[in-house]
């Protein structure tokens, strides 16, 4: 487990209500959107989860996409454009993928930040890292505080 920042500037985001076992078709859209705008990826596609009902089928997942330039959507489209994104602290987990699903993956960031008095959000971002044609995640929880009273 590590603590780090989660920052970059110039994302595009594409929400999505899906079924959470389809978390890698997201990943698709972003990358199709490339080859029909100006703009290219410099950083990793990351996503974040949100479940209406614990244990749901089906959950919104917001995707973001670090560009390499400020870009222009319509306001109702699927796409919006964000310039800046910061998670100043996170307790990380490397290839969170390890786990049977995110929820787990959290728990166990979870766990470990009860052990250590660390107070966390309830989000948590999965970070996709592409290595030799697979991906690597990275989980991602942001931290309230240290050191609180349990």
């Known amino acids: 487990m590590e603590k780090k920042p989660l920052i970059f500037d110039h994302l595009i985001t594409y929400v999505i209500s899906q079924p ?5 078709e997201g990943n698709f859209v972003m990358e199709t959107l490339l080859l029909s705008h100006d703009i290219y990826r410099n ?3 990351f996503f974040t989860y949100n479940e209406a009902v614990r244990n749901a089928e089906t959950g919104n997942f917001t ?3 670090p560009i390499n330039d400020s870009i222009t959507f319509e306001k109702n489209g699927d796409f919006q454009y964000m310039d800046t994104f910061t998670v100043d602290n996170a307790l990380v987990l490397r290839q969170a993928q390890e786990e049977p699903d995110f929820y787990a993956a959290y728990q166990k960031v979870k766990d470990y930040a009860t052990e250590n008095e660390i107070q966390l959000t309830e989000t948590y971002y999965c970070v996709l ?3 030799y044609g697979e991906y690597m995640i ?3 929880v942001p931290i309230k505080e240290e050191g609180y009273a349990s």
Do not use: A, R, S, T
Not at 20 to 24: E, F
């Open 129 to 131: 890292l592409e290595v």
């Open 63 to 65: 995707y973001f996409m």
């Open 43 to 45: 950083g990793p596609i």
């Open 20 to 24: 959470k076992n389809n978390w890698q």
């Open 138 to 140: 990275d989980l991602y």
